[in-house]
T-cell receptor, first 113, second 112 residues
């Protein structure tokens, strides 16, 4: 039962353009969402998060949008840079669970020069 | 500032051998601790989490076990490794009041 889905295994974007990574979820009990970035052979690093009471959160080149009615969130990276090439994971926290995050399978972002 | 350490970075073990992976956190007290596994091309699978010394919750029944002998130490063990145990093992911590988890560098385990 995949409660958090990242349907695109990979995405290729030209350097300088916008990268849009998508994530869908099924559980309406999720109240907090996070994006992580992972390089090969390293642990994931936290990027940005959003509470379910908001629909947008910005941090520099990264913006996360949340559409609760569609149970969909997206991460926008503008402009895309070569160092953004990595696997991006979406994760969600259930409102009744303090300790666990439910993870998507990840999307590999490739930034082309 | 908080740091998280994992060792070893890579490990090659024969089938049937024991396993012990260690994770320690510095700069924080009473963290929530997590063990994850990432199989090749897959997402993160939560194996165990702990909210305090001696308190372990298991998410996936298997031949792995976890222990938390000290507040900032989390150990992943197995008595007999299987081929299917190969993967990238990640330890993470979170403060009790935070949703964000912070990961260690990981251990690449290959069971041959």
């Amino acid at each position: 039962d995949q409660q958090v889905k990242q349907n695109s295994p990979s995405l290729s974007v030209q350097e300088g353009r916008i990268s849009i990574l998508n994530c869908d979820y099924t559980n309406s009990m999720f109240d907090y969402f996070l994006w992580y970035k992972k390089y090969p052979a390293e642990g994931p690093t936290f990027l940005i998060s959003i509470s379910s009471i908001k629909d947008k959160n910005e941090d520099g080149r990264f913006t996360v949008f949340l559409n609760k009615s569609a149970k969909h969130l997206s991460l926008h990276i503008v402009p895309s840079q070569p160092g953004d090439s990595a696997v991006y994971f979406c994760a969600a926290r259930r409102g009744d669970s303090n300790y666990q995050l439910i993870w998507g399978a990840g999307t590999k972002l490739i930034i082309k020069p | 500032s908080q740091t998280i350490h994992q060792w070893p970075a890579t490990l090659v073990q024969p089938v049937g051998s024991p396993l012990s992976l260690e994770c320690t956190v510095e700069g924080t007290s009473n963290p929530n601790l997590y063990w994850y596994r990432q199989a090749a091309g897959r997402g993160l699978q939560l194996l165990f989490y702990s909210v305090g010394i001696g308190q372990i919750s298991s998410e996936v029944p298997q031949n792995l076990s976890a222990s938390r002998p000290q507040d900032r130490q989390f150990i992943l063990s197995s008595k007999k490794l299987l081929l299917s145990d190969s993967g990238f093992y990640l330890c993470a911590w979170a403060s009790g009041s935070s949703y964000e988890q912070y990961f260690g560098p990981g251990t690449r385990l290959t069971v041959t």
